[in-house]
DNA sequence: TTTTTTGCAAAACCTTTGCAGTTGG
DNA sequence: CCAACTGCAAAGGTTTTGCAAAAAA
């Protein structure tokens, strides 16, 4: 189901490292490919490729869609880039980090909350063991309410 | 963060008590909505919009897709139909059963498992225990790899 | 120079919408 | 008869693709 390869994780502290790993994977570094880079060194939070496009709304230098999608999915193939899946929205991405992350996301106010894999090790276990299956939140996270919605809620 | 209201969930054993639910909610039976009730009363599984115009391959008539559309969602705010998004592809649609249900998604094989929500109680239980946040597996499936895959991949 | 990458335009995919004509009750 | 519904065509949002021109190494 996967498309492309992809290789280990890898982690960076700023662009300039990334830019080395794009080389020693094969990779050009072009304007555009930097600007995709140094945008998502420059979000706190998992983006949109068209959030990217337009520069994160004047933090950095715009690009082009198309090569924005053509840029993210070969870093990505570079274990540099990973991307989520939200509701309906479009495809959120970020930089790889070094631990294994989930996401929980609250369907009713939207919010994104990032969880180590380790924190999720008792629900991984329960689930395995009542279903024989194994989840994973890392691409589609575990949607619901989250407490604060959940309490409005009732 | 759901836009229509939506009633009760009704259950029903046959088209004819179906299209009575539908009359009796205010709606009208025509041709077209027939055949979409028809065809989520023929499925086994959750069908695709797509699925259900092409008259699920020719058991049943065929409808218009923008009609099935707009079926598929008055018939949902009736409370008669449910749907739910698996991965990247089309929503899936199916009757609305008397029990709560919610889905386990195999990432690698693409099977999905319909699952008493009852049975979740104990993942729930968890969940709102670690993380304060309530699941909600019934439109948004867990996703993950089923036994089989799992033991496939190691 | 050679191969990768870009920019732009077009298309693909799923879903929604506008509208004039049809139909159910 | 009249509001609800349909069919068709067009558009909307996200992502992919084709291709000739540009740029990286």
């Keep these: 189901m996967t498309k492309a390869p992809r290789r280990e994780p890898r982690i960076f502290r700023d662009l300039d490292e990334a830019a080395a790993a794009v080389r020693a994977g094969g990779l050009r570094l072009s304007a555009p490919r930097r600007a995709v880079l140094g945008a998502l060194f420059a979000a706190a939070v998992p983006v949109s490729a068209e959030q990217i496009a337009a520069g994160l709304g004047g933090r950095v230098p715009t690009s082009e869609i198309s090569s924005v999608y053509r ?27 070094g631990s294994e992350q989930e996401y929980l996301a609250c369907e009713h106010c939207g919010r994104v909350t990032m969880v180590d894999a380790e924190r999720l090790a008792g629900v991984h276990a329960r689930i395995r063991d009542e279903f024989g299956f194994e989840a994973d939140f890392s691409h589609f996270p575990l949607v619901g309410l989250c407490g604060d919605c959940a309490a409005q809620a009732g």
């Design 71 to 97: 840029n993210l999915e070969r870093l990505e193939e570079l274990g540099i880039v990973r991307h989520l899946h939200v509701g309906h929205g479009p495809g959120l991405y970020a930089l790889e980090t």
